[in-house]
């Protein structure tokens, strides 16, 4: 029996005659005659015969070939792609110059007897700069505010002095309401800062509120949303509230908050500054309500940390490649494998000919539009290479020179790039322990957030998959075919993504016409094949960016954009399970939860395999031929569905139909299958 021979492409005749049909009320609506005797419809079956014929032929070519086909219309494997995180430098001590953390600063994981440490590098300056405080203001409408400051210094200045007394002041109004506040101006960049708030309150009973659960919320201006956002929680967050040690603000303690990258100026009350706030809330019966203002005496602000994003990446500075031998289209490797893509910096440097220093030339894609006097090259990062323009001869025997050719004998180096990636580098949070570079008063590192997005050099196999899609889109983005295909192009660390476009009826939830959002779904750590967390489903910022850009170059101009995430939806489930007779109990248990994991699973679920469909339900009833197949199962008693929110792991009511609107993804939380002999 011989090998199966690959269908490149398995549309028959009559899918073309279809297809073709279709067209006909886009392109040419008054076209109304679709009958067999049109002489139209006559052309597009002929074509379609054609076009059938080219098919078969093109399924009839050797693998090589095929590949040669991909090369020649622009298919290129994508390179690997290295994990990313953000870095949180925690200082020895607030510092009264600013602290910097250079680009390239080197962070790992601890080495042990088995596992070699992994490496990640910051890629932008990060500059700590001291926090000074310039205002605090207490309003009771967020309309009209008072100074507090002058007081604060007032009696600080009268510390030590004999017979003078502290004096106090009110941070919201003498019976407290939702939406008193009390804002703290700082005049330094606090943007990816974390700030140590002391808040010398005055000790008192906790005057009508739970001390551990009080009904306030920590708030900063964001310079996206030019609004206030709050700090959450959950250290998954960007903005994070890590510490409040003042108890409702009825004692002396800290608040420790990590401010974003969107974090931003503003002015309030005429005083412009970075602003933090501290807003009444409602009161509840977890809460409790104030029944007196919180008074402080002193409020200190102070620097203690910065965030930086890392990759999982290492730098190699001005490799030499060799000399050039004067020929057009040479090539020249690097050292080290898999390369990945040059960014702003990294380019190829040509040693002069006076031998007195180097000279940069430009990366380009392809040397197209390259003249024979153009310093360009073209850098592919799978197999390393740089390769300088070729000659090629025009159908008139002219021999044309596409980008310029460094001298003979001149030697030939990148200035620097960067190695690595792969899935080795999707680390947890808080293992990035060890710094590797020293920097002055840096006293620990880790990473508050997973590391994800690292995946390896795209296979072949892949490439000639997604060949026929190439061909189709031809690098423009109309269909929402075509938006999904080149999402999942533009980043190897984009494993799925859905385009959701306005409906005829305008269903609720929809975007509005003319708008096109794309949902991406990032590759996940080996380990999520069961379990999956928030963390791991978060699009770092870099990604979405750099999905918008190259979405956005391809976009029609009437189109607006938006790339995001889904709305994940979180499901756990309990089973009830009888168990065969024979069977293990416990090993029936692990199987049943481990099958839910898998068919509620946003990559690997569903019921092909290929992912949980976007906006797609999930229903009790089609869990019971989940379960049942599964070794050692007599037969299902019973079957429970809660929908769950991740940060809290609260349930909410059972259903047996969990719904998701067209935007939404379910995703498995936690299952529990109970097992009775």
């Known amino acids: 029996m011989g090998l199966p021979v690959p269908d490149l492409d398995d549309r028959t005749f009559q899918d073309i005659v279809n297809e073709a049909k279709r067209k006909i009320p886009l392109y040419c609506p008054e076209w109304t005659d ?143 309401a939702p939406g008193n506040a009390f804002y703290i101006g700082i005049e330094a960049d606090i943007r ?157 440097e040509v040693e002069l000919e006076d031998e007195s220093g180097w000279e940069l030339w430009e990366p380009v894609a392809d040397f197209s539009d390259s003249g024979p006097n153009d310093k360009h090259f073209v850098f592919d990062p799978v197999t390393g290479e740089v390769r300088f323009g070729p000659v090629i001869r025009s159908p008139h025997g002219e021999e044309i020179q596409y980008g310029a050719i460094p001298p003979t004998g001149m030697q030939i180096g990148l200035t620097s790039y960067r190695y690595g990636g792969g899935p080795e580098g999707n680390v947890g949070q808080n293992t990035l322990t060890e710094l590797q570079s020293s920097i002055p008063y840096v006293d620990t590192v880790t990473n508050r957030r997973v590391a994800s997005g690292g995946v390896d050099p795209e296979s072949i196999e892949n490439a000639k998959m997604r060949g026929p899609q190439t061909l189709r889109t031809r690098n423009r983005a109309i269909t929402a075919d075509d938006f999904e295909h080149l999402a999942k192009e533009a980043s190897p660390s984009v494993v799925r993504a859905r385009c959701i476009q306005p409906t005829e009826v305008g269903t609720e939830g929809d975007p509005l016409p003319g708008v096109v959002r794309v949902l991406l779904v990032p590759t996940l750590p080996a380990s999520s094949s069961n379990t999956v ?73 569903g019921a092909d395999g290929e992912g949980w469909t976007f906006g797609r339900s999930l229903f009790a009833s089609e869990l019971y031929s989940q379960i049942q197949p599964v070794p050692g199962v007599e037969y299902v008693e019973g079957i429970k569905v809660y929908p769950v929110d991740p940060t809290t792991g609260e349930r909410g009511e059972e259903t047996d139909n969990l719904t998701v609107p067209r935007a939404g993804l379910i995703c498995s939380y936690q299952h529990n299958a109970v097992c009775s002999i």
């Open 192 to 348: 990816r800062t974390v700030i140590n708030l002391n808040l010398e309150c005055a000790e008192r009973a906790a005057p009508g509120i739970v001390p551990t659960n009080p009904p306030l919320r920590w708030e900063y201006w964001d310079s996206e949303l030019q609004d206030w956002a709050a700090f959450e929680r959950n250290q998954d967050e960007e903005a994070w509230i890590e510490q409040d040690g003042t108890r409702g603000l009825n004692t002396v303690g800290d608040v420790v908050l990590h401010l974003p990258r969107t974090a931003g100026e503003t002015t309030v009350g005429l005083r412009s500054a970075y602003w933090i706030r501290c807003v009444v809330i409602p009161g509840t019966a977890q809460t409790g309500e104030y029944t007196a203002s919180p008074q402080v005496a002193w409020v200190e602000a102070t620097a203690v940390g910065g965030v930086a994003p890392a990759h999982n990446v290492t730098s190699v500075e001005h490799e030499v490649l060799g000399s050039s031998d004067g020929s057009s289209g040479q090539t020249f490797g690097v050292g080290i494998l898999p390369a990945l893509p040059l960014i702003d910096g990294e380019t190829v």
């Open 533 to 605: 967390t928030p963390d791991e489903l978060r699009i770092p910022r870099d990604l979405l960016d750099h999905v918008s850009e190259y979405l956005d170059e391809r976009r029609l101009l009437t189109t607006m954009l938006i790339v995001s995430e889904p709305e994940y939806h979180w499901a756990s489930v309990e089973a009830r399970v009888k168990v065969s007779p024979n069977a293990d109990p416990d090993q029936v248990q692990e199987a049943v939860e481990s099958r839910l994991f898998k068919f509620i699973h946003p990559i690997h679920g």
């Open 34 to 176: 679709h009958n067999l005797s049109d002489p139209g419809i006559t052309l597009i079956e002929l074509f379609s015969w054609m076009t059938e014929m080219t098919l078969y032929r093109l399924n009839q070519v050797p693998d090589k070939n095929y590949v040669k086909f991909l090369e020649l219309i622009g298919v290129e494997l994508a390179p690997a792609a290295p994990a990313g995180t953000e870095i949180t430098f925690r200082l020895s001590g607030a510092q009264p110059n600013e602290v910097t953390m250079p680009a390239g600063t080197e962070v790992a994981t601890v080495r042990t007897e088995t596992d070699e440490a992994i490496l990640f590098t910051t890629v932008e300056d990060t500059t700590i700069s001291p926090a000074t405080l310039a205002h605090l203001l207490v309003s009771e409408d967020g309309e009209s505010f008072v100074d507090r400051l002058a007081l604060l210094t007032d009696w600080r200045a009268l510390l030590g002095t004999p017979g003078q007394e502290g004096r106090v002041t009110n941070l919201f109004a003498d019976t407290p």
